[in-house]
């Protein structure tokens, strides 16, 4: 399925995957047919389905991107910035360890989390959207919590 809807009372949050291209990082034989497209138009397509066919209150994309590169290839802070109608990014495959979500703006100005926690179940992360009855304001409050204090004896 390219999205899932979960409805929790009276919200309706759409989550859908954006994975890294695998051609070069994974040997064929393991990824076989397929087909890696073009992450932005991509989520970009899903994003404004969910959220405006759909009426999702929230969307949130599964990222395998990668956090953050030195280089010009596409991460998770440079997909939410060229994409609309995302609420909240759970990135992985830099294990990077963020403390908080990251905020960024996206196409429309719009604020975009982004978070990630690392690898091994070291971090859990948390984030709490609270939405008001009586608009579509919704207030964020998210958070890494520690499993492992000591990272040196991993």
Not at 83 to 89: G, K, Q
Request: a positive charge; aromatic letters at 10%; proline letters at 3%.
């Amino acid at each position: 399925k390219p999205y899932k809807i979960f409805r929790k009372g009276d919200l309706k949050i759409g989550v859908f995957g954006i994975g890294i291209e695998l051609e070069g990082l994974v040997p064929k034989k393991l990824y076989q047919n397929t087909v890696y497209q073009d992450p932005i138009a991509t989520a970009n397509h899903y994003a404004t389905f969910l959220k405006k066919n759909q009426k999702c209150n929230l969307v949130i994309c599964l990222s395998h991107l990668g956090f953050k590169y030195k280089s010009n290839k596409l991460s998770d802070m440079e997909f939410a910035q060229q994409t609309r109608d995302i609420d909240l990014i759970i990135g992985g495959h830099t294990h990077t360890f963020l403390k908080k979500p990251v905020s960024q703006l996206n196409l429309d100005n719009k604020e975009v989390l982004v978070n990630q926690v690392g690898w091994a179940g070291i971090n859990i992360g948390k984030v709490d959207f609270h939405f008001s009855q009586n608009s579509d304001e919704k207030k964020v409050f998210g958070q890494s919590l520690f499993v492992k204090d000591d990272l040196k004896s991993i």
